[in-house]
């Protein structure tokens, strides 16, 4: 099995280097390709000091749906044929990118996501985004009758088939939870695994507090009309 | 016509409403010439215009219009229009703004793509 990591990156100068030699140590076969996203700090300079991955650097940015939307079809080109995502913060520890790999290995799953909550350890995030995360994941019980703990991770593995189908249509502003809905109702497997994460080393979340409530409403629509107009295709996902 | 106890100074401000719709028509007329304004987002402004030019002539329509409605004041029925116009063009640009931003990313992510692969092979060969 050929292995992608993709890191969507935005400001990330600080932590790159040292996530992309975590990557080396812990998958030394992958190929490491970073989608910078319009970045206004020196991770251009930190990244062209790099030999030996790829860096698709974003005219402006797009947002983290716009640069892992760039780096699917970038993977598409590349011949591998699985995919794993982390952040390039340093929040999700490449030492577990082996998990989501074997989780994927059997061929039958096509989204492995990596929990935070699944088993109770690491770095849990805020009161309030847990309040929310639940929601939504209250909400996926429901709609899809699986239960994924933890909906927002961005800490994930996808086979080739899951990557092409998302790359057709992605939705940019917060994708991590439609994803699922979109994988579930095209009837892919997808399952999670418990992972450990840290609390980020270096600058703030892409989402504030108020940006988070946003978030959340704008994912909600995007359920909301989903589940509407997708309510036909929804057995196809049992 | 003055004469007629009009409650509402209509007719100096037919005048007003005639020659400003004429001179928006005009002026639309003259962008798209000019190559200013493309003639797929000019359709909507033609039409808004022209129908005041249209409201504008025929007074009686808006009369019309509100005892259709039930409208008691007249010039409600006109700011109803007029806001009903205003929406449809926020909404149009909405529509075209989303569909922008849609190409440009997609066109992003291909130049993106293909500058890297370009710098890939140059640094290799």
Redesign the interface.
């Given at each position: 099995m050929k292995v992608m990591v993709l890191i969507p990156a935005f400001n990330e100068e600080h932590t790159i280097s040292s996530v992309i030699s975590e990557i080396r140590k812990h998958i030394p076969e992958a190929l490491v390709c970073v989608v910078n996203d319009g970045s206004t700090d020196r991770t251009r300079e930190v990244l062209d000091g790099i030999a030996g991955i790829r860096a698709l650097h974003l005219p402006y940015n797009m947002g983290i749906g716009g640069a892992v939307w760039t780096g699917f079809h970038f993977f598409l080109n590349s011949g591998c044929d699985a995919l794993v995502r982390l952040d390039g913060d340093g929040q999700h520890p490449p030492a577990q990118a082996g998990l989501l790999l074997e989780a994927l290995a059997g061929g039958e799953t096509d989204l492995v996501i990596g929990s935070r909550f699944l088993k109770k350890e690491g770095f849990q995030s805020s009161l309030t985004r847990r309040g929310g995360i639940k929601l939504l994941d209250v909400l996926t019980k429901l709609i899809l009758r699986q239960k994924i703990t933890d909906n927002t991770s961005g800490f994930r593995a996808y086979s080739r088939r899951a990557v092409a189908h998302l790359a057709e249509d992605y939705p940019f502003d917060y994708p991590e939870p439609i994803e699922v809905y979109l994988l579930a109702r095209a009837g892919m497997g997808i399952r999670e695994v418990p992972t450990r994460m840290v609390s980020r080393r270096e600058g703030v979340s892409s989402i504030g507090l108020f940006r988070s409530y946003y978030y959340l409403v704008k994912v909600l629509l995007t359920i909301f009309v989903n589940f509407i107009y997708g309510r036909k295709h929804e057995s196809l996902s049992d | 016509m003055e004469g007629n106890m009009n409650p509402y100074p209509i007719s100096a401000i037919q005048i007003v409403s005639v020659v400003f719709s004429l001179f928006l028509l005009g002026v639309i007329f003259s962008l798209i010439r000019r190559k200013k304004l493309s003639e797929e987002y000019a359709i909507l402004w033609v039409i808004i215009s022209a129908l005041f030019l249209g409201l504008s002539v025929f007074r009686g329509l808006i009369d019309a219009i509100s005892s259709l409605l039930g409208i008691k004041y007249q010039p409600a029925s006109l700011f109803l229009i007029l806001f009903g116009c205003l929406f449809l063009l926020g909404f149009h640009f909405s529509l075209v703004i989303s569909d922008l931003k849609k190409k440009l990313?997609a066109m992003?992510?291909?130049?993106?793509?293909l500058?890297?692969r370009l710098e890939?092979k140059e640094r290799t060969a």
């Open positions: - | 990313n992003a992510k291909t130049v993106t793509i500058q890297e890939e």
